[in-house]
C-alpha cells in the first residue's frame, strides 16, 4: 500500500526532505467555529460529537470541510461502545444441544449440552467499528501514531535579537 500524500501545511511544518514541489493552489479550509453536530447524527454519535469536537477544534484539526467525515468517525465511535456493551465477556457464544421436541440436553450431572461455538455478532460489529474510528481518527492526527508524522519547528526569535551559544539560552 503506497504512502498516503501528505498535505502541504504539514509539508511546511515538518520540513521537506524529499524537495518536491509544493503544492501552491491547496484548499485551506476555515477552521470549524461553530461546533454543532449535523442534523443526521444519532444521539449516540452526538454524544461523542460533544466529546470529541471541541478537542479536535483546540487542536486546529476540525475545518469545515472536515464535517462529514469527523461525523462519520463519532458514529462510528458510538456503534463501538454499543458493541461493546452488548458484548460484555462473551466474544464467543454456545449454542445448547436440545432433542427433536425443542427441550435441552443435560448430561449425567443435570448440566446442558452444549452443540457448538460461535463468535458473538456484537464481537464482529466490535472490530469493524474500532477499524473504522481508527481510519477516520487517524486522519485527523488524533492517535499518538499519527501525532509522531507531524513535528514544529520553532518559530524562532519574534524581536530580531539573534543569540548565540550560552547567550541564547538566557
Known sequence: ?????????????????GKRALNK???DPTYLDDLTPPAWLAPEAVQVWGEMAPMAARAKLLTEVDVQAFAMGCVAIAQYR????????????????????????????GKP???GEHINPWALVQSMTFKQAMLVFDKFGMTPQ?????A?????????????GAASYF
Request: net charge positive; charged share 30%.
Open 1 to 17: 500500500m503506497a504512502r498516503p500524500t501528505k498535505p502541504t501545511a504539514l509539508k511546511l511544518i515538518a520540513g521537506n526532505p
Open 25 to 27: 493552489q491547496e484548499p
Open 82 to 109: 454499543l458493541a461493546t456493551r452488548r458484548t460484555g465477556d462473551d466474544a464467543v457464544k454456545r449454542k445448547l444441544a436440545v432433542d427433536d421436541k425443542g427441550n435441552t440436553i443435560t448430561d449425567e450431572d
Open 113 to 115: 449440552v452444549y452443540a
Open 146 to 150: 499519527a501525532r509522531t508524522r507531524i
Open 152 to 164: 514544529i519547528q520553532p518559530q524562532g526569535d519574534l524581536f530580531g535579537s539573534e543569540k548565540t
